[in-house]
């Protein structure tokens, strides 16, 4: 007991200790890992409206506290894009973007979400997370994709507009002022486009990020890129973050509290979808809840680095794991890495032009648009494609207030689920050719007998759809006048509360005192211990019920044939 304590509130002290050829292995995992982290986390940073360096704050420190106390050592965290974008338009919507006062809201902003994470950690609720399904995650995540790849037209063009709170307004903007373009920043981007597409064609062992914004950046230089109107990186402070309690006021706190919630929500989604695959291809475990603790004391510590939220980073996890990483160190490699590059590169990335992370970003997130997810969500069902599509397209109308899309098909979802549960599958049954009891319309089955009635209810019998169900039993008895028994078959209803249970004990009294008894066959466990707790089986009678739906359609027949002689 006290050590699974201790591994919840200190897990790195758990991990198995490494032998040489571990660590030389993670050494270089952590490298790499950190070839492509220290751009990512430039970009990343420009996409969530603050300066280039907050990138960098973001992949230390942040990337350390979420292996620490994580349930994963293999995933890698830091600035993403899908949280970067919440970002962006959740603290856009309170200060001006680029203004200090957004940047201050932005370490809020991941503050809060960060305790957001920690408090349903620590309250074992991940698996409140299921809210979120499949479908409107892809919806949001197709939308979101797109979003984010335009918003990146202005700094690969150089049009500069004012923004507006209507995304698809900017967008039109920049694209109808052609006279604007910066022939320079236009060529930078799609050059740097080509080589991350060619270097994933053909040479996708080799850095090609880092590559790229080595080449773009001496070719930024030799060409006075920034002197003919281009934008760069510029100076970035060298050097640890400072460290202190964010900025809090309590307006804006509760104003971002609903985007904190949704960037924990969608952080977490995208951390955990890397957890999963990392388990299954390493067979080993992970904990939901820790790894909610551990993302959200990682964005705790981008807020006192005062720097942006953090999430599990699909890319990099995946470049951890291929890289052959071991334990949680190749994480504190990589960490060791980018606070080098604080101390020591930094004047290298001066002259790096914005139109080659804005590539960066294009190409990154072209990867996310899978909109044949859609289509099999649809094919899947029609509830889940609908989610789908009015999440894809309530993202795309409520941009750059993306986190009302996702709440829009979240809220959508919900609805669906309890409606489906109002409204169960109740249906008669009559007896197939192989010896099982099946829907009597869909295979077009004749009666059990004129005097035995069957059906089955493929749902639990709760307060919300007990109604659904007497009704179907009524119309059974309505369409059956010579009716003698009625058979529930209820091998389908897994739970029963009180209003089930009252509201069958009624239908029981009623067409006893119209000569119909009721007999249940194929009860579950849970079904059962509530019908005898309540008193409900003495009034049905033991001899109502029965262990398979064949003994009871063969017991109830012959009742009937010896009240007939």
Request: net charge neutral; charged share 15%.
């Given at each position: 007991?006290?050590?699974?304590?201790?591994?919840?509130?200190?897990?790195f002290l758990?991990?198995?200790r490494?032998?040489r050829q571990?660590v030389?292995?993670?050494l270089?995992?952590?490298?790499?890992?950190?070839?492509?982290?220290?751009?990512?986390?430039?970009?990343?940073?420009?996409?969530?409206?603050?300066?280039?360096?907050?990138g960098?704050?973001a992949?230390?420190i942040?990337?350390i506290?979420a292996?620490?106390?994580?349930?994963s050592?293999?995933?890698?965290?830091?600035?993403?894009?899908?949280t970067s974008?919440?970002?962006?338009?959740?603290?856009?919507?309170i200060?001006?973007?680029?203004?200090?006062q957004?940047?201050?809201?932005?370490t809020?902003l991941?503050l809060?979400?960060g305790l957001?994470q920690?408090?349903?950690g620590?309250?074992?609720?991940?698996?409140?997370l299921?809210?979120?399904?499949?479908?409107?995650?892809?919806?949001?995540?197709?939308?979101?994709?797109?979003?984010?790849?335009?918003?990146q037209l202005?700094?690969l063009?150089?049009?500069?507009v004012?923004?507006?709170e209507?995304?698809?307004l900017?967008?039109?903007?920049?694209?109808?002022?052609?006279?604007r373009l910066?022939?320079?920043?236009?060529?930078?981007?799609?050059l740097?486009i080509?080589?991350?597409?060619?270097?994933?064609?053909?040479?996708?062992?080799?850095?090609?990020?880092?590559?790229?914004?080595?080449?773009?950046?001496?070719l930024?230089?030799?060409?006075?890129?920034?002197?003919?109107?281009?934008?760069?990186?510029?100076?970035?402070?060298?050097?640890?973050?400072s460290i202190?309690l964010?900025?809090?006021?309590?307006?804006?706190?509760?104003?971002?509290?609903p985007?904190?919630?949704?960037?924990?929500?969608?952080?977490?989604?995208?951390?955990?979808?890397?957890?999963?695959v990392?388990?299954?291809?390493t067979?080993?475990r992970?904990d939901?809840?820790q790894?909610?603790?551990?993302?959200g004391?990682?964005?705790?510590a981008?807020?006192?680095?005062?720097?942006?939220p953090?999430?599990g980073?699909?890319?990099?996890?995946?470049?951890?794991?291929?890289?052959?990483?071991?334990t949680?160190?190749?994480?504190?490699?990589?960490?060791?890495?980018?606070?080098f590059?604080l101390?020591?590169?930094?004047p290298?990335l001066?002259?790096?032009p914005?139109p080659?992370?804005?590539?960066?970003?294009?190409?990154?997130?072209?990867?996310?648009?899978?909109l044949?997810?859609?289509?099999r969500?649809?094919?899947?069902?029609?509830?889940?494609?609908?989610?789908a599509?009015l999440?894809?397209f309530?993202?795309?109308?409520f941009?750059?207030?993306?986190?009302?899309?996702?709440?829009?098909?979240?809220?959508?979802a919900?609805g669906?689920?309890?409606?489906?549960r109002?409204?169960?599958?109740?249906v008669?049954?009559?007896?197939h050719?192989?010896g099982?009891?099946?829907?009597?319309?869909?295979?077009?089955l004749?009666p059990?007998?004129r005097?035995?009635?069957?059906?089955?209810?493929?749902?639990?019998?709760?307060?919300?759809?007990v109604?659904?169900?007497?009704?179907?039993?009524?119309?059974l008895?309505?369409?059956n006048?010579?009716?003698?028994?009625?058979?529930?078959?209820?091998?389908?209803?897994?739970?029963?509360?009180?209003?089930?249970?009252?509201?069958?004990r009624e239908?029981?009294?009623?067409?006893?005192?119209?000569?119909?008894?009721?007999?249940?066959?194929?009860?579950?466990?849970?079904?059962?211990?509530?019908v005898?707790?309540?008193?409900?089986?003495?009034e049905?009678?033991s001899?109502?019920f029965?262990g398979?739906?064949?003994?009871?359609?063969?017991?109830?027949?012959e009742?009937?044939?010896?009240t007939?002689?």
């Open positions: 007991m006290a050590n699974s304590r201790v591994a919840r509130l200190l897990p758990f991990w198995p490494p032998d571990a030389v292995r993670d270089l995992a952590g490298i790499a890992v950190s070839l492509l982290a220290i751009p990512q986390s430039l970009a990343y940073a420009q996409l969530a409206g603050v300066p280039a360096y907050f960098l704050y992949a230390f942040p990337s506290v292996v620490l106390f994580g349930s050592p293999i995933l890698s965290s830091g600035p993403v894009a899908m974008l919440l970002t962006a338009a959740s603290v856009g919507l200060a001006p973007p680029g203004s200090e957004f940047v201050t809201y932005v809020l991941a809060l979400s957001f920690i408090g349903l620590l309250a074992r609720a991940g698996v409140l299921n809210l979120l399904s499949h479908p409107v995650l892809m919806g949001f995540i197709n939308a979101a994709a797109i979003i984010i790849a335009l918003s202005s700094a063009t150089g049009i500069v004012p923004q507006t209507y995304f698809i900017d967008i039109w903007h920049v694209l109808s002022r052609p006279d910066h022939g320079m920043s236009l060529a930078y981007g799609l740097s080509a080589m991350l597409l060619l270097f994933r064609r053909y040479a996708p062992r080799l850095p090609g990020v880092l590559i790229m914004v080595a080449v773009l950046t001496a930024s230089y030799a060409t006075a890129f920034a002197e003919h109107g281009g934008k760069i990186v510029g100076e970035i402070p060298t050097g640890m973050p202190s964010p900025a809090l006021d309590w307006p804006a706190t509760m104003a971002l509290l985007a904190a919630f949704v960037i924990a929500l969608i952080s977490f989604m995208e951390a955990m979808s890397s957890c999963k990392i388990a299954i291809k067979r080993s992970w939901e809840n790894e909610l603790i551990g993302q004391l990682a964005k705790v981008a807020a006192f680095c005062h720097s942006m953090v999430s980073s699909f890319s990099r996890s995946a470049l951890n794991l291929a890289s052959g990483a071991k949680g160190y190749s994480a504190l490699f990589s960490a060791s890495f980018v606070l590059t101390f020591f590169l930094t290298l001066y002259h790096l914005k080659a992370l804005a590539a960066m970003i294009v190409v990154a997130v072209a990867n996310l648009i899978d044949r997810a859609l289509r969500s649809w094919a899947a069902s029609r509830d889940d494609g609908v989610a599509v999440t894809f309530a993202t795309l109308s941009a750059p207030n993306i986190q009302n899309g996702i709440l829009t098909g979240i809220i959508f919900l669906a689920f309890f409606y489906r109002m409204s169960p599958r109740i008669e049954v009559g007896m050719d192989d099982v009891l099946r829907d009597a319309q869909h295979f077009k004749p059990l007998h005097r035995l009635g069957a059906i089955r209810c493929d749902a639990a019998l709760f307060f919300a759809n109604s659904f169900f007497e009704e179907a039993i009524r119309k008895e309505r369409d006048p010579d009716l003698k028994y009625i058979l529930v078959v209820a091998n389908g209803i897994n739970q029963i509360d009180a209003s089930g249970v009252e509201m069958l239908l029981v009294r009623r067409l006893r005192e119209c000569g119909i008894t009721v007999a249940i066959s194929g009860a579950k466990f849970q079904f059962m211990e509530v005898e707790r309540t008193g409900l089986a003495a049905i009678g001899d109502n029965f398979s739906d064949k003994l009871a359609v063969a017991s109830l027949l009742r009937l044939q010896a007939e002689q």
